[in-house]
């Protein structure tokens, strides 16, 4: 599974962008997807994941309510809509899959990452 996430850019705060992962390969239904993001200077963290089918979904704290992650399995893409953004919302974001299984937030479980795309918040 090959992932490609487009639609980072610089918005001021309070403002909003939507995130896309593109996969692909016939399997995406099965997979479990999740979002990531790395700060410089800091581990890779959590944002939030959605389940292969089911479409549960779960959020780190920090984003909770203002984040909303979804899915379209018919174009094999996955989507994270972000309002409100702050400049602590600045990051490189990464989608990743992991073939089904449990909704999780831990990095090592997912096996298949995208090359991340630059999100920038300004004040």
């Known amino acids: 599974v090959q992932l490609v996430e487009s639609g980072g850019g610089l918005v001021q705060a309070g403002g909003s962008l939507r995130l896309s992962c593109a996969a692909s390969g016939r399997t995406f239904s099965s997979y479990t997807m999740g979002w990531f993001r790395q700060a410089p200077g800091k581990e890779r963290e959590f944002v939030a994941a959605?389940?292969?089918?089911?479409?549960?979904?779960t959020y780190a704290e920090s984003v909770k309510g203002r984040f909303t992650i979804s899915r379209d399995n018919a174009k094999n893409t996955v989507y994270l809509q972000m309002n409100n953004l702050n400049p602590e919302d600045t990051a490189i974001y990464y989608c990743?899959?992991?073939?089904?299984?449990?909704?999780?937030?831990?990095?090592?479980?997912?096996?298949?990452w995208g090359q991340g795309t630059q999100v920038t918040v300004s004040s």
């Open positions: 959605i389940s292969s089918s089911v479409r549960v979904t």
């Open positions: 990743a899959g992991k073939l089904g299984g449990r909704l999780t937030s831990l990095p090592r479980e997912y096996d298949y």
